[in-house]
């Protein structure tokens, strides 16, 4: 789990404005996924990323943006169209491949306060 | 789309005692069933996980079952320790094959809320 980081740790922003949060991963996964975590709520998926130059919005995905350039890059960006961003950021990545059963690694995580 | 829930919310046991947890699940094709730990300030990791062609699983002092007729899986902890404390998520995935010329598998899981477990000295 060492190989995924995601800056910074914590994340102050006022109300309004738009922040883009960092995954970088080097374990040369295919697959890379954004959750947010909320108290009581588990983990919920923002939008995942199977392959380079392509992603998918999961069941959270309204006022959130992503971007997948590069395999070992995907940030993501929290708009001022989330109605409620403050949250702690989960990201993770795994192999994609044909044993159809891959373990997400997960990183550090990033926690998001807007003031 | 698939739902998991987890019961209860909170756990509190003695230490040395057996703690269970189990989450059901909504949608029969999933086939994948991992669960995560996370420890206070720490991110989620992986503990055991089962897939829908085996009926339990063993890793030490922890074990997973799964009912696929009832569509529940239960996580089994025995002989529990202080540092068995956390919070603990399940998850369902149906390991949908990808579309070509894609290789390999979606891997796309729906966790639980997760359950707090508190461990007593």
């Known amino acids: 789990d060492g190989g995924i980081t995601q800056s910074p740790k914590y994340l102050f922003r006022k109300e309004g404005q738009n922040v883009t949060l960092s995954c970088e991963q080097n374990?040369?996964?295919?697959?890379m996924y954004w959750y947010r975590q909320d108290p009581g709520q588990g983990l919920r998926l923002i939008y995942y990323?199977?392959?380079?130059?392509?992603?998918q919005k999961g069941d959270i995905a309204e006022g959130y943006s992503v971007s997948r350039e590069k395999k070992e890059s995907f940030p993501l960006t929290v708009t001022s169209a989330q109605k409620n961003p403050t949250a702690f950021y989960l990201c993770?990545?795994?192999?994609?491949?044909?044993?159809?059963?891959?373990?997400?690694?997960f990183g550090p995580g990033t926690r998001l306060t807007v003031l | 789309g698939e739902n998991v829930e987890q019961h209860p919310s909170t756990l509190s046991v003695q230490e040395g005692d057996s703690a269970v947890i189990k989450c059901t699940y909504s949608?029969?094709?999933?086939?994948?069933f991992p669960w995560y730990k996370q420890e206070l300030g720490k991110r989620p990791q992986l503990i055991i996980d089962?897939?829908?062609?085996?009926g339990e699983k063993k890793d030490q002092r922890i074990a997973v079952t799964l009912n696929k007729t009832a569509k529940h899986f239960s996580l089994h902890i025995t002989e529990t320790q202080p540092e068995d404390s956390a919070v603990y998520f399940c998850?369902?995935?149906?390991?949908?094959?990808?579309?070509?010329?894609?290789?390999?598998?979606?891997?796309?899981?729906?966790f639980g809320k997760g359950i707090t477990l508190s461990v007593r000295p």
């Open positions: 993770a990545s795994s192999i994609v491949r044909e044993g159809l059963y891959n373990e997400q690694f």
């Open positions: 374990l040369n996964h295919d697959a």
């Open positions: 990323s199977q392959i380079v130059n392509d992603f």
């Open positions: 949608d029969s094709a999933s086939n994948y």
């Open positions: 089962i897939r829908s062609n085996v």
């Open positions: 998850a369902a995935s149906w390991g949908e094959q990808l579309p070509r010329p894609l290789t390999g598998a979606n891997s796309k899981l729906t």
